[in-house]
């Protein structure tokens, strides 16, 4: 692969109008460095890029109920692996790449807020097939957009001309500086960074985890879903659709950075805070997948019913495969009282699944018959969110 500037400053024509920004000057909105603007005026000329955006056909995939562990085994297995960028869903895919790169920071030992990260983003890209460079003039106004609302910023970007497939990838960071003062515990981490000083008074971040990758076997604490967007759930894009070679129809509409905001802050107070014992981060294949990689040596019992009932969806597999960004936690049954009064509190909407089952490893979902008291108490929370905005 090699680098590719003229991708990123030549003036684009797409579908015969053109357009009003390059590349780099959508991303320059949400750079951290304020000699980005005259660095870019120094760039040179470059040709025109013309080409034509693609729209996502009609879908006839269909998935199976009956299928779903089968479907989980295709999405956990290829979410392990680099994915490929989805043409047809440009802006879709990017926002969600980028909320992964910030939720999988949740996790981390330390101290820091979402203001306090940065973005680095990176584009693998074969620049022949027509409608791939339109994608990618989406992908990068997307993320510029999404960025920008998140209270982020950017670091660097690089775009690199490939032969294969297509993809892109954004990574969570804080910027480095001198250690500040910790505990002797926290000098042990040897990945320590200070960000600016308007954003926490000392944020620092480690490489390793507060919480758990996977459950703990303790069948009296809670497995709980918080969605970090309020888009309903589409499978057009998903990670199943790829599996199964389809597009899956319309996709997800992730467009609610505020909403984004309030959940990260709550959820990183509680990781920081003990509270959380185990997480996951949920993205790539969805909910569904999520909880399979948190099922390591315990199984699950989860109850959907309140979930798909307060999203007025019929559909078990659009719930557990669409790719709304969010996360999956386990808490002390213990804690269950003071996680309520946290998440509303800041008007976030929480999905009380079930509980681990250490007696198997396997995931057992629930979605018919009444929805029962957790079912009703999650969506009557959502409303009175939703209501509140």
Not at 241 to 261: K, L, S, V
Request: hydrophobic share 35%; glycine share 8%; net charge negative.
């Amino acid at each position: 692969m090699k680098e590719n500037e003229s991708a990123l400053y030549s003036q684009y024509i797409i579908d015969g109008m053109k357009c009003d920004m390059t590349p780099a000057e959508l991303l320059e909105e949400c750079m951290d460095y304020d000699d980005y603007a005259a660095e870019s005026e120094n760039k040179g000329s470059y040709n025109d890029i013309i080409d034509e955006s693609t729209e996502p056909p009609l879908s006839s995939f269909h998935p199976e109920k009956e299928r779903l562990h089968e479907y989980m085994k295709h999405t956990e297995k290829a979410s392990y692996g680099p994915r490929q960028f989805t043409m047809l869903y440009p802006e879709q895919f990017t926002r969600l790449q980028i909320a992964m790169a910030l939720t999988s920071r949740l996790w981390s030992k330390g101290h820091f807020r979402l203001g306090d990260l940065r973005i680095w983003a990176q584009w693998d890209w074969n620049t022949r097939p027509v409608g791939n460079m339109a994608a990618f003039y989406a992908s990068a106004g997307a993320a510029s957009d999404y960025i920008y609302g998140l209270g982020v910023k950017m670091t660097d970007y690089l775009f690199l001309e490939s032969d294969g497939e297509s993809n892109a990838r954004f990574f969570a960071w804080l910027p480095e500086s001198e250690m500040p003062e910790t505990s002797d515990e926290e000098q042990n981490d040897t990945t320590l960074f200070k960000s600016s000083p308007y954003e926490s008074r000392h944020p620092w971040i480690s490489d390793s985890r507060m919480c758990s990758s996977s459950i703990l076997p303790d069948e009296d604490s809670w497995i709980i879903y918080i969605p970090f967007d309020t888009c309903s759930y589409r499978l057009g894009g998903s990670l199943l659709a790829q599996t199964n070679g389809r597009n899956g129809g319309p996709g997800p509409q992730i467009q609610d950075p505020d909403y984004f905001i309030d959940c990260y802050e709550v959820i990183r107070e509680l990781v920081e805070d003990g509270i959380v014992l185990a997480g996951a981060s949920v993205g790539d294949g969805g909910l569904a997948t999520a909880a399979g990689r948190m099922c390591q040596d315990c199984g699950m019992k989860l109850d959907v019913r309140g979930l798909m009932e307060s999203y007025q969806e019929t559909d078990i597999i659009k719930v557990l495969f669409g790719e709304t960004p969010g996360v999956l936690i386990q808490i002390s049954g213990n804690d269950y009282d003071y996680l309520d009064s946290q998440l509303i509190l800041q008007d976030v909407a929480y999905y009380p699944l079930g509980h681990p089952d250490p007696g198997c490893q396997d995931i057992i979902f629930n979605s018919s018959g009444d929805s029962g008291v957790a079912g009703i108490l999650a969506s009557l929370l959502n409303q009175a969110s939703e209501g509140e905005d």
